[in-house]
């Protein structure tokens, strides 16, 4: 019988090429899985820097978008801190709020709105009076964020309360304030009801000091009482019956003495601030001479008044840092509801 031939290295042969087609097929998805990889990779590189622009572009507008947005709905200022205003004012139509209470011809508002001036005070005056708050207020101070000083009445927070400041401590005032600090005070006080009596067209003579008219010191320190609570909306002459115009005079900047504070015009649609301020430190580039800087100190103080009632809707925003000064004075038509000036007696 002829030997039979062994097939194993024929096999071993055509199983050997085999081997190698399938070691090259596999090589080559190899390298195409890799590519594929590297190219998906470079894909979502692209894109994540897209995104990324996509998303810092989103966020510098929202950023933007924040200095024009307080905390009730889109804000206009009326009167930037860095503006040196002559007079500027806003007419509104009145509400029907001065309907139900006692009218006074000549003096009860039928022209209503806002102004805004800076040039009622100085700078100095505005810092004299605000040395007037400070000494005051250092003989108390609310144990939250909001601190009043009243010269009329003698109310002054200490704590949680409020006690007469002349009653409380007697003769120790004369240390405390002089009569050149009370004459300054009044005749500031005139100079403001004569500014209001000039833009509604009345006359200062027919307007009588009401209260309360007072000093205000706010922080960022939490509230304690709800007399600390000074952020929410109200109407004056909703929640003083006897006020017809209110007035402000600030005594600190914003942004230079405290950040939030801003008071706030709340009118349907919008929001319109007044920034406080006592007279800035204002920075002017000089880039086309002297590529330098140069400090101006500016010579005056700013004053916001207006109507009191729900045409005035308003608020003022919570300070967020430092410390901020100022003085409410408020007038009425009605001779019954009349205060007389603080005297140092």
């Not at 100190?297 to 840092?321: C, I, M, Y």
């Amino acid at each position: 019988m002829a030997p039979q031939r062994r097939a194993g290295p024929k096999a071993a042969e055509s199983g050997g090429g085999s081997a190698g087609t399938w070691a090259d097929r596999g090589e080559r998805r190899r390298l195409s899985s890799v590519r594929k990889s590297r190219a998906h990779q470079e894909s979502r590189r692209k894109w994540l820097k897209v995104a990324f622009l996509v998303s810092s572009a989103v966020l510098v507008s929202l950023l933007s978008w924040s200095y024009l947005v307080s905390e009730d709905g889109v804000a206009e200022v009326l009167a930037h801190y860095s503006e040196s205003l002559q007079d500027r004012f806003i007419e509104v139509p009145c509400s029907e709020d001065y309907d139900s209470h006692k009218r006074f011809e000549g003096c009860t508002p039928r022209k209503c709105g806002r102004g805004i001036t800076d040039a009622v005070i100085t700078r100095e005056e505005a810092e004299r009076i605000r040395r007037i708050a400070e000494r005051g207020l250092s003989l108390g101070g609310s144990d939250g964020g909001a601190s009043i000083l009243d010269l009329h009445s003698g109310a002054l927070s200490v704590g949680k309360h409020f006690v007469n400041l002349y009653r409380y401590f007697g003769d120790k005032i004369q240390e405390v304030f002089t009569e050149e600090d009370f004459q300054l005070y009044r005749d500031v006080r005139r100079r403001i009801q004569q500014t209001i009596a000039q833009a509604f067209g009345i006359s200062s003579s027919s307007m009588y000091l009401t209260k309360p008219t007072f000093f205000s010191r706010i922080n960022s320190t939490e509230a304690k009482t709800t007399h600390d609570e000074y952020w929410h909306p109200h109407i004056d002459k909703v929640t003083y019956g006897s006020f017809d115009y209110t007035s402000l005079l600030y005594l600190s900047d914003y942004t230079e003495d405290f950040g939030g504070g801003r008071f706030v015009f709340m009118d349907v649609g919008a929001n319109r601030t007044v920034e406080p301020r006592a007279g800035i430190l204002v920075s002017l580039f000089l880039r086309i001479q002297t590529n330098t800087a140069a400090t101006l100190k500016s010579d005056s103080g700013r004053v916001s008044f207006f109507t009191s009632g729900s045409e005035n809707l308003h608020r003022v925003e919570k300070v967020r840092w430092g410390t901020r000064y100022a003085i409410t004075i408020s007038f009425t038509c009605n001779p019954d509801h009349g205060i007389e000036d603080p005297v140092l007696t």
